[in-house]
């Protein structure tokens, strides 16, 4: 087998925290099922009980906020 190009988590300064790892899971799941658009993915992160960090539903401009804050 080929090694791999990407690392994991090479880009990211520290372990990943328990809901780090859970969210990404969660959207490793969804993308599994082919969606890759960010209302597919919302309804799919929805759909599998995972709230966001404040408890509510997760929106398409709360994942996206989401995204942006753990990138930096």
Do not use: C, I
Request: hydrophobic share 35%; proline share 8%.
């Amino acid at each position: 087998m080929p090694e791999q190009y990407l690392v994991q988590n090479q880009t990211h300064p520290h372990p990943l925290s328990p809901y780090e790892e859970k969210l990404s899971g969660a959207l490793m799941e969804v993308f599994a099922t082919g969606t890759h658009d960010l209302p597919g993915l919302v309804a799919g992160v929805n759909s599998m009980g995972l709230h966001a960090p404040d408890g509510n539903a997760w929106t398409e401009d709360n994942l996206r906020a989401e995204m942006r804050r753990l990138g930096d």
